[in-house]
């Protein structure tokens, strides 16, 4: 046995102390690229005063002009502009170059609930370039914006989450499920669409969206450091995702604690043919030190992936759940791109479904659009959302992802499918203690790898591989009396 310097011996009992799994991680799978992010610059230190334009802040008066004739002033002066504590009930608001928000503690952003106070303007929505509301808070086309502060923004969202059930209750009847989310139209609490150098924290509170919480588009670095969401309390808001990363590159998210109704933690890069026709990833994003609670999962890929999503590292998640994966990989064979070059490391997973799931043929209701016949003035959307798709472009792949240093429990250690044309290529596991009710099933694969993989299970079954081919290692199994 080869003996270990004095130093060599300190870095790796430090590395074993920091660890939720037992044994040294696996260089190579921890391999990462460092990120760095651009922050915003060209602000100075003056402030500017909301009340100076008439902003009241007594949680009645539209505040809507006033506060972006505030936010109009302190751009032009590089500024930072700061509210007296009280609700501000307001449409969209648009932020400007070169300037900071700060929301202090007791102050409180809440949306109006009409969906006129929302002007529509060209966005993505769900993967497809569509006019269609703005958000409450708005940085489009913008550079160099500063949101902080320890205050609220308050999407007031139940009144938009009711116009979703309604319209995807008579559509479902209809054969229009895939049409839902786009005609019930409802407003995003915070928009950051073809922008840079832009930063959000602080403590930062986003409570009931409308629709996703925080959507980074076509936008490259941007920061979202120390923020909490909460989607689920008047209700549990539908589509309510926490922090969706679209189509973007460079961007980091840290020290959020999210409770939400959909996906927490989302990548996306376009839908269909729309989103091949644009052909944007999402690329070199680090997320971590993050808390999730209620969510679909506790970080998702897709399940727009036409773009591709590449060179992502996620790490040091405490999922609690309820989720119904822990970590999820969607797409549908229409989608195409490639999902690639991902790391996922130390996170601890409780309550979920699923610990590690991949369906590439998520939802088919809604991902696979068709027109009925007999439909006259067809919206111009939903010629896009069912424009067909070449099998070869539709089909996507998903290749060389490397999960590591993972405690979990769930219903379900592994349930991962691939398709036969495209198999799950390259996909390595390490340092993994799964307790699970299920060893799940991993189909249409090749290049699997488990090293010191443990499923604590009542199951007599070992996890079922059906065309899996040049696996390693193997998992190791712990048998427990049923309950």
């Not at 809440?110 to 958000?135: F, H, L, M």
């Not at 991949?358 to 439909?375: E, Q, R, T």
């Not at 799964?434 to 010191?452: K, L």
Request: aromatic share 8%; net charge negative; charged share 20%.
């Amino acid at each position: 046995m080869k003996c270990l310097t004095l130093p060599a011996y300190i870095v790796l009992l430090a590395s074993l102390i920091t660890l939720p799994a037992q044994a040294e991680p696996n260089p190579t799978v921890l391999e990462r690229t460092e990120l760095t992010v651009a922050v915003p610059k060209n602000i100075n230190a003056l402030e500017i005063n909301a009340s100076d334009f008439g902003a009241k802040g007594d949680g009645t008066t539209d505040d809507t002009i006033a506060l972006q004739k505030a936010i109009d002033a302190t751009a032009a002066k590089k500024a930072t502009l700061v509210l007296q504590p009280g609700t501000y009930l307001t449409g969209s608001l648009f932020l400007k170059s070169n300037m900071a928000l700060r929301l202090d503690k007791g102050v409180t952003l809440t949306g109006k609930q009409n969906i006129e106070s929302y002007p529509r303007q060209k966005t993505r929505i769900a993967g497809i370039d569509i006019v269609w509301p703005s958000a409450l808070l708005n940085v489009y086309e913008q550079a160099d914006v500063h949101i902080y502060g320890e205050g609220t923004i308050d999407g007031n969202g139940m009144v938009f989450w009711q116009t979703f059930w309604d319209k995807r209750n008579v559509y479902e009847g209809k054969g229009l499920r895939w049409a839902a989310d786009y005609d019930a139209e409802r407003p995003r609490l915070i928009q950051v669409y073809n922008s840079k150098r832009i930063e959000l924290g602080g403590g930062l509170q986003m409570h009931r969206a409308g629709f996703w919480t925080l959507q980074i588009v076509y936008s490259n670095d941007v920061k979202v450091s120390n923020v909490v969401i909460r989607n689920n309390s008047d209700g549990k808001g539908p589509s309510t995702d926490g922090i969706d990363i679209d189509s973007s590159h460079h961007v980091l998210v840290e020290k959020a604690d999210i409770d939400v109704n959909d996906d927490a933690l989302c990548l996306k890069a376009g839908r269909d043919a729309d989103g091949l026709r644009v052909n944007r990833p999402t690329e070199h994003v680090v997320i971590r030190d993050s808390i999730i609670r209620h969510a679909e999962a506790g970080v998702t890929f897709g399940s727009e992936t036409s773009g591709s999503i590449r060179n992502i590292d996620v790490y040091n998640l405490d999922v609690q759940g309820p989720v119904y994966s822990g970590i999820f990989f969607k797409s549908a064979h229409v989608r195409g791109g490639t999902v690639s070059d991902i790391r996922i490391r130390d996170m601890k997973v409780q309550n979920a479904e699923a610990a590690v799931r991949v369906d590439l043929n998520w939802l088919p209701v809604y991902s696979y659009p068709v027109i009925p016949p007999g439909i006259k003035n067809v919206p111009e959307h939903w010629k896009i959302l069912a424009t067909p798709v070449p099998k070869e472009k539709g089909m996507p792949k998903l290749r060389d992802i490397h999960i590591s240093n993972i405690k979990a429990d769930a219903n379900a250690a592994f349930l991962m499918q691939g398709y036969a044309e495209a198999p799950l290529q390259n996909v390595h596991f390490s340092n993994m203690h799964i307790t699970a009710a299920a060893s799940g099933a991993i189909t249409h694969g090749r290049g699997f790898s488990f090293d010191n993989v443990t499923i604590e299970t009542t199951d007599p079954d070992a996890v079922i591989f059906d065309d899996v081919a040049n696996t390693k290692g193997e998992i190791t199994y712990l048998r427990s009396a049923a309950q």
